[in-house]
C-alpha cells in the first residue's frame, strides 16, 4: 500500500525549521545529517552538516524534510506546498496557530476564525511554509 505524507525542502535551515516545529507540535523527531550517512561518501565536505532526512511524528501528524542537496538545481521557496491541519478543536488549533503565527509573514497571515464550513485560518511561517488550518467552529469549541 502507498502512503503519502508532506515533504518539506529547506536551502541550509532544515534542522532548524524542524525543532520549530516540535516546539509547536510536540511528537518525536529524528534529524539524520549527511555526515552521519553514507552520503558523505558522495557529497563534499562543505554538506556534511545538511540534513539528509528529519521526521517529526506526534499521535495526529507526521511530515518529513531534508536540505537542498541537488548539485545543480536551485531551491526557490514556493507557495505550492503547505502543511494542512484538520479536524480539530478551534481550542486544539489556536495555540498551534499562534506558535506557528511567531515571525510570520503579516501580509500572508489569515487568523484563525469561523466561516460557514467551520473554523479556518492560514499563515506563512517565518520560514516561508504554508500552513492551512480547518476544525470545528469556535463556538462549537
Request: net charge negative.
Amino acid at each position: 500500500m502507498l502512503t503519502t505524507m508532506p515533504f518539506l525542502l529547506f536551502d541550509g535551515y532544515c534542522a532548524e525549521a524542524m525543532e520549530f516545529y516540535k516546539s509547536c507540535l510536540g511528537g518525536d523527531l529524528t534529524v539524520h545529517k549527511v555526515g552521519d550517512t553514507p552520503m558523505k561518501e558522495h557529497l563534499p565536505p562543505q554538506k556534511h552538516g545538511k540534513v539528509a532526512y528529519a521526521h517529526l511524528k506526534n499521535d495526529s501528524i507526521e511530515f518529513s524534510a531534508t536540505d537542498w542537496l541537488h548539485p545543480t538545481r536551485t531551491p526557490t521557496q514556493g507557495n505550492t506546498v503547505c502543511m494542512y491541519l484538520t479536524g480539530k478543536t478551534y481550542r486544539e488549533l489556536k495555540p498551534v496557530f499562534d506558535k506557528l503565527a511567531v515571525g510570520a509573514d503579516p501580509a500572508l497571515l489569515d487568523d484563525l476564525r469561523d466561516m460557514p464550513f467551520g473554523a479556518y485560518g492560514h499563515l506563512a511561517d517565518k520560514y516561508g511554509v504554508h500552513w492551512f488550518f480547518r476544525g470545528e467552529e469556535k463556538s462549537g469549541a
